[in-house]
């Protein structure tokens, strides 16, 4: 097989994917008669032909997919016009301790943040398919410990957790997209996956899930 057959392969079965191909899934297309260093070459190839396109082939932290173009959004939304899911900013407060301070226990983040932490915040991040039970705590009650899982990545269009916005250590553990909170809404970029609905920003809703703490 030529290089131009390979690669008329791969961007078939990759557009046809509803989820990331990791490089070994790739590789069984072809039996394995391409090696990997083969197929990420083939890889970077398909990217720069598609470079000046309303889709793009990007690698997130489960493998490589096509997704539309940030700015290819407000077109998009005409077709089907879904709104970006909502989110609290309690909500996004406790998934941006977990992402930086991993792994944390529920105790962790309520230090942190200085509330309690609403339990329906922790399920509704597990549901979603954020974060995880990694462990627990050698302590007292062994309390479980939180991670983010490779899904969070892929739906923040990220390969590694590196890729993370730096946390300032005066800005109460928030990435800057949360710090600002413009008339009582602010928004995360996060892509949700697949050609259509990569770079969707969930909204922060003013208010806070928790309850304050007693002084």
Known sequence: MNTVQAKKVL???????????????LRALFEDALGADTVKLLLAQLQAEWAQRGVELVQVATGWRFQSRPEMRAWLDRLLPEKPARYSRATLETLAIIAHRQPVTRGDIEDIR??????????????RGWIEVVGHRDTVGRPALLATTRQFLDDLGLQSLSELPALAAQEDALPRSLQAEQAGQAQLPLAEGGA????????????????????
């Open 114 to 127: 200085g509330v309690v932490v609403n339990s329906l915040i922790i399920k509704q991040l597990e549901e």
């Open 196 to 215: 259509y609905e990569a770079g969707a920003a969930p909204e922060i809703t003013a208010g806070d899930d928790g309850e304050r703490r007693d002084e």
């Open 11 to 25: 961007e078939t079965a990759l557009l046809c994917s509803p989820q990331p191909l990791a490089v070994r899934e």
